[in-house]
């Protein structure tokens, strides 16, 4: 069974200052990590995904995520955050073909000014 | 581009009425899915599909069916509802392997059941 965990509901920050969004994975297999962002009453949008490679992977909007094997992590992070940042993310996983994504619980990004 | 494109966007059911959610798209991917979002449950895989013609049960199938004629549609159908399905219902597409997972989501279908 494979499952992501995203420990924090809720993660506040400066706009400005870095942040860093957590999510841990358990999969059998060479796993495939995803993170999606969701703004209010919207569907889900792709933001970054690692296959295999480089452990730093850039995304979409000045996003990047570190994919740590010794730790089974894949944290979302960014230099500088801005208001516009605040949304939903879910961090997911896949093995295999990748046919089924399973989803962490979603951490509920605010960023003030 | 339309993209994954669901209807209706709302709807408000009576306990044990049925309705289908529709779901098409115009990218040509072979691999589509339905999820349900629930307030801090992330999002559940219902039932998925690998092309027309094939459909496989997700994480939380029971209560729901769905149909895989061509590969721009995959309607999902809610039987008897309950207020248990009361939720956001995603529809998605990818390429499956070739993509390694990424998905195209829909708008989303909140759904409540009364």
């Known amino acids: 069974a494979q499952s992501v965990a995203q420990p924090e509901d809720q993660v506040n920050v400066a706009e400005g200052n870095p942040l860093t969004v957590k999510c841990t994975y358990s999969?059998?297999?060479?796993?495939?990590l995803f993170w999606y962002v969701q703004y209010p009453n919207r569907g889900l949008q792709f933001l970054l995904k690692?296959?295999?490679?480089?452990?730093l992977v850039k995304g979409s909007y000045g996003f990047e995520a570190e994919f740590n094997k010794s730790q089974t992590s894949f944290h979302l992070k960014k230099p500088s955050a801005l208001v516009s940042d605040s949304a939903l993310y879910f961090c997911?996983?896949?093995?295999?073909?990748?046919?089924?994504?399973?989803f962490g619980t979603g951490t509920q990004l605010k960023v003030e000014l | 581009n339309a993209g994954v494109t669901q209807t209706p966007k709302f709807r408000i059911l009576k306990i044990g009425q049925s309705m289908t959610l529709q779901c098409t798209q115009d990218m040509n991917h072979n691999y589509m899915y339905w999820y349900r979002q629930d307030p801090g449950m992330g999002l559940k895989l219902i039932y998925y599909s690998v092309g027309a013609g094939i459909t496989d049960k997700g994480e939380v199938p029971n209560g729901y069916n769905v149909s895989r004629s061509t590969t721009e549609d995959f309607p999902l159908r809610l039987e008897l509802a309950a207020p248990s399905q009361t939720s956001v219902y995603f529809c998605?597409?990818?390429?499956?392997?070739?993509?390694?997972?990424?998905?195209?989501f829909g708008q989303g279908t909140r759904l409540t059941v009364v």
């Open positions: 690692y296959i295999t490679g480089d452990n």
């Open positions: 997911a996983g896949a093995t295999g073909g990748g046919n089924k994504l399973t």
């Open positions: 999969v059998s297999g060479n796993p495939y």
């Open positions: 998605a597409s990818g390429q499956g392997t070739r993509d390694r997972g990424e998905a195209f």
